[in-house]
């Protein structure tokens, strides 16, 4: 008998908040002797997950790749905390806050931030800030698209524009 109520079909409701940008923007570095460097083209690159997007604050992990094109990339893993708007793919915000290891011209470890600023159908504003142990800061503004909160999450326009799977509400 308890096997059977194991082994039962029941529905599951864990939905998990998701990210996947993409973005270009432009990026400005000053090394550790003070020099200032850039701007320089860069590109966004993030990928997490997170809390149900159904709660007033969605908190997870994300995983990005800041390259600036003639100077290096930066591998960065941070913890996020967005709003429900924001991954709602409305209205909101989302804040970054981890660490980052560079390669090229700005190779020391480091920490970053980034403040996240969402708009309707998951179009996205982002502002890095770097700081790296030997004195290196970065200063970076990308806007892109979120593709997960885009297809799976959003909530906005679904009068016009069905989204035929969303994510739950519970």
């Not at 194991?6 to 432009?26: I, K, M, N, Q, S």
């Not at 020099?35 to 994300?62: K, Q, T, W």
Request: positive net charge; hydrophobic residues 45%; aromatic residues 8%.
């Amino acid at each position: 008998m308890v096997a059977g109520w194991v082994a039962a079909p029941r529905p599951v409701h864990a939905d998990a908040a998701t990210y996947l940008f993409v973005g270009p923007g432009a990026a400005l570095r000053e090394d550790r002797a003070g020099n200032e460097r850039g701007p320089f083209p860069a590109l966004a690159l993030d990928l997490g997950m997170g809390s149900s997007p159904s709660g007033l604050l969605s908190v997870g992990g994300l995983a990005g790749l800041r390259t600036r094109f003639g100077d290096g990339s930066d591998f960065a893993l941070s913890v996020r905390t967005a709003t429900r708007g924001y991954v709602r793919a409305d209205f909101g915000a989302a804040l970054d806050l981890g660490g980052y290891v560079g390669q090229g011209s700005a190779g020391s470890p480091g920490l970053t931030a980034t403040l996240s600023l969402g708009a309707p159908y998951a179009i996205t504003a982002n502002l890095v800030g770097s700081a790296g142990q030997d004195g290196a800061r970065g200063l970076a503004f990308v806007a892109g698209i979120d593709l997960a909160r885009f297809t799976v999450h959003r909530s906005t326009g679904l009068g016009w524009w069905v989204n035929p799977l969303p994510a739950r509400d519970r």
